[in-house]
């Protein structure tokens, strides 16, 4: 194991035999998989691979054909996006998913307020003071508690990236999945938010899996990488192992596999 | 860090108690605006000024309420209206039939209208957009057709007639003219501050997420189904209130109460006043009352010009006074503070 010891080794999120076809289309073929408590993994393949398709499937989106997602031991698999969150699977959206008309402050405060199951609340007046400390925290985690007045509508495509973010961040979640955390981002940008996805993962100890086009930001930055193509696993393993992985150069890497890729 | 702790404790003490502040300004607002309405009898004998007020709470509850579900949720009803009928011919019919205290009428007209809005909402909230429209249209004809035929329990197309018997309670006459005034202001600030309380609660803010993005809301644990149908079940109370208060100032119930236009009128009122504001609805009730009561003195086209006011706010201004008169406000602000 060369992954670097980050809480236990337990198995937090497994995934056995999954599988989803649109028709005739294998989205997701028997997808098996492991993601260690504290683990960081990055998810690759080439455009429709089933990367999203994946994500959608493990947080409630698209209901499964077959196939469990057990988080922690519990099977998740087939149950509403709701459900899911409150079992502990957050996740951040490839287009920032954010509420438009909300301040950043209100943003993490309502979310809070959703996690501690008061958002039916009728008779108090939002927020309540028991959502403050957290919606705080996370907002001075990602930097945004300055702009805690800017509606999210005013904010920077980057800014919005982490307002999503940290949405999904604030309900602690066990398992973090991040769709593209630097889509439509410039290079530098790039840095900074994969620098800040790494920054969360060992501030907060918990399970992150990302999707990334960046093959320079998936290599230097993941300790495990899963290669989709296809709907299937094409291979796993560390950095060094996928870029030496002859199935993977063919498919997808091309002999020479460094630059952005897609 | 120090600067990040520094705006921490600024911001947490004031913002706590600021909503704790905000309510009692809510409060302290609604006693004074009852004053000031409830007072008026004494100042002037106008008795069209009295009627006036009173259909300006029967209309503004109504619109207010349908601002819950547009403004605040998403939710386009067209068919808002039908518990503004059914809550008028509820409170109508049960003090002709029963003739039971008017408080136990008002209750009992409560619990019918939230009744009908559960099972009506169960099968249109699911819907999206365009459809969660039509379907609500389609309830509300179907009410109002009910009405129209079942003339010999609600006087089909002539109404209910004979009047609403109006016994005294709690020393109140609402047969006496400020009586029912009073009455109707009374009725009109309570629903006022409740829905305000409604739009501040969380609830009021998960409906916001709902409206901005119901998807992402889902993610976040949130039952947007369950937080819908909750939402259209408390607008339809308080549609159902104007219609009770609309009943007693008319002493009957009509089949207009319940066509689809009352629900037209609701829409163009939030048009006119604006959404974004919680009284923009207050404020169109207003515009829209006073200019149905001049213009119709003045022309019999007076569809015609209320038509070009619709399109100057739609097209024109693409919002309605209040928001104008809020974001204009805003503006002025912050570029005041960058001076």
């Known amino acids: 194991m060369t992954l670097p010891d980050n809480g236990a080794r337990r198995t937090m999120l497994e995934i056995r035999n999954l599988a989803k076809s649109f028709g005739g289309v294998k989205a997701t073929n028997d997808v098996s998989l492991d993601f260690p408590d504290g683990s960081l993994t990055a998810v690759i393949g080439p455009n429709g691979a089933g990367k999203s398709t994946f994500f959608n499937l493990i947080t409630g989106a698209l209901k499964p054909d077959s196939g469990q997602v057990l988080l922690d031991g519990v099977d998740l698999a087939g149950r509403s996006p709701p459900e899911i969150v409150r079992h502990g699977i957050g996740r951040a959206f490839q287009v920032a998913s954010i509420f438009k008309s909300l301040t950043v402050e209100e943003t993490m405060l309502a979310a809070v307020s959703a996690d501690q199951r008061t958002s039916a609340v009728l008779h108090k007046r939002f927020p309540l003071p028991e959502a403050r400390d957290r919606a705080e925290h996370v907002m001075e985690l990602l930097g945004l508690a300055s702009k805690r007045h800017r509606t999210a509508a005013t904010l920077s495509h980057g800014d919005q990236k982490l307002l999503d973010i940290a949405l999904a961040l604030v309900l602690e979640p066990k398992v973090l999945l991040l769709d593209e955390p630097t889509a439509g981002m410039g290079p530098e940008e790039r840095w900074r938010m994969i620098d800040k996805v790494r920054e969360l993962w060992e501030i907060q100890k918990i399970t992150v899996v990302f999707i990334e086009h960046d093959m320079d930001i998936v290599f230097k930055i993941a300790p495990k990488i899963v290669v989709l193509c296809y709907g299937r696993i094409l291979a796993t393993g560390t950095p060094d192992e996928i870029r030496n992985n002859s199935a993977v150069i063919d498919a997808y890497l091309g002999t020479e596999h460094a630059g952005a890729a897609a | 860090m120090t600067e990040l702790e520094a705006g921490r404790a600024q911001t947490l003490v004031p913002v706590r108690s600021g909503a704790v502040l905000q309510r009692y300004r809510d409060v302290l607002i609604a006693l004074i605006a009852f004053a000031v309405l409830a007072s008026l009898p004494l100042f002037t004998g106008s008795k069209a000024l009295l009627d006036f007020v009173i259909r300006c709470s029967a209309y503004g509850l109504f619109a207010t309420s349908l601002n819950l579900l547009v403004g605040y949720t998403g939710l386009t009803s ?73 003339a010999s329990f609600t006087g089909g197309d002539q109404g209910l007639r004979g009047g609403i018997p109006r016994p005294v309670f709690l020393g109140i006459d609402l047969s006496n003219h400020v009586h029912l005034y009073v009455t109707s202001c009374a009725l009109l600030i309570l629903g006022l501050l409740a829905m305000r309380q409604i739009a501040q609660s969380p609830f009021g803010y998960t409906l916001r997420m709902i409206r901005d993005n119901a998807a992402r809301a889902s993610f976040l644990g949130i039952d947007v189904w369950r937080a819908k149908l909750t939402v259209f079940v408390l607008a339809a109370l308080f549609a159902s209130m104007g219609g009770m208060v609309m009943a007693l100032f008319v002493s009957g119930a009509y089949p207009e109460f319940a066509y689809w236009t009352i629900s037209g009128e609701g829409i163009f009122i939030n048009m006119l006043g604006g959404v974004s504001t919680f009284l923009g609805p207050m404020v169109g009730t207003v515009l829209l009352l006073l200019l149905n009561d001049t213009v119709t003195r003045f022309t019999e086209y007076h569809g015609i010009v209320l038509g070009v006011v619709i399109l100057f706010f739609a097209l024109g201004l693409r919002k309605g006074l209040l928001d104008f008169v809020a974001e204009w406000y805003a503006h002025r602000r912050e570029t005041g503070e960058e001076r």
């Open chain 2, 78 to 150: 067209f068919g808002h209206g039908m518990f503004f009928g059914l809550g008028a011919y509820s409170f109508g019919l049960i003090m002709q039939k029963l003739g039971v205290p008017i408080p136990a009428a008002f209750v009992a007209t409560l619990a019918i209208t939230a009744v009908f809005a559960t099972i009506i909402g169960a099968i249109c909230v699911r819907l999206k957009e365009i459809y969660f429209a039509f379907v609500t249209l389609a309830f509300q004809m179907l009410i109002h057709s009910t009405i129209l035929s079942w």
